[in-house]
């Protein structure tokens, strides 16, 4: 009789819906969005019950991942090669300062920078042969003391690299925005493209990193 009742008790169950904590025959639910663990588990549930599928990355994936992070990742270097250098994330406004000390550093009519952080700068060959010049209090311009090249300025009190363009690998993505300190450009260049010019200083966040 005991028997009878638990399996009447069960049916009676079923029929309300409930049975052991599992979902309502009949009723479709939208299952949730898979959980993601580490090392490619996935989480999935369906109907009253959990499923548990593990994925590996195929090769395929792995190189496709380590050559989108190189393509993302740019790299440089000094005239002579001794100096080498990384960038891990994509770089702020690209400008031409025109002022007389970026002059008289390049040899040109002006010299193309763009910030980065500290951080996000790493010389990753020839760090001996690197000399830095203070050229103003806070303001240090790098260069390789083998070759002259100019590598990087950098701007201690706010913990920026201003790069030097022109000892990039490959092509930065990114194009430039605008001429500043024009009212110290040389004379003898004129500027005849449609990017902003500021006379001297321009506003902040033509110096903030991306």
Known sequence: MGCAR?????????????????LRRGRRRRDPAPVRLS??????RSRGSWRVTARHS????VVGRQREWSERMLTGKCLCGRVR???TNRLGSIIYCHCSMCRRTTGAAFITNASVREEEFRVTAGAEH???????PGSFRAFCSRCGSPIYGRLAALS?????????DTDPGARSVAHIWVGSKAQWLPITDSLEQYEEEPPIHYYAPA
């Open 6 to 22: 638990r399996v009447a008790r069960l049916r009676q169950s079923r029929a309300l819906g409930v049975c052991g904590g599992r």
């Open 39 to 44: 090392r490619k588990r996935r989480v999935t």
């Open 58 to 61: 195929t090769r395929e994936e």
């Open 85 to 87: 250098f990384e960038i």
């Open 130 to 136: 690197v000399s830095e010049f203070e050229s103003s």
């Open 160 to 168: 920026l690299i201003r790069v030097r363009l022109g000892t990039l």
